[in-house]
């Protein structure tokens, strides 16, 4: 007897998210991007609507501004920081980052995801101290 299974392939499309479509535009970027439960988001950096960097000089208002941009990005998924899996935080000065690091409690309150703690020469601009890319798994 001859058994026929049917395998159904279901395609998943990609969503992508601009925070700042002007700014993304001119830089060349998506800010997320979601295939079925995945979803991986750039690096945040602290800048305003126009791009400007703000909070320039300052690493831990840097770091607050990061997350606040994670936030959003998250929440126009439906997820907040307990769905994160991965975090990479890149930084031109892992000693500032080191003393603001217990920050991340306020953030992921459940538990930590995984991740790489990066110190870097520079980032795409000077006045940037710290950037911060996660990876997502949204549970349905």
Known sequence: MIVEKEIIVK???PEYFLLRPEV?????YSHAVKIGNAIKISGAVSMDDQGNPTAVGDLGQQMKNCYA???KILKHYGCTFDDVIVENVFTTNMGLFLENAAYQNAIYTK??????????KELAVPEFMIEIELEVHKSE
Do not use: H, N, R
């Open 11 to 13: 395609t998943e499309m």
């Open 24 to 28: 993304e535009k001119a830089y060349g």
């Open 69 to 71: 941009d994670l936030e």
């Open 111 to 120: 538990q930590f995801p995984t991740g790489s703690w990066l110190g870097v």
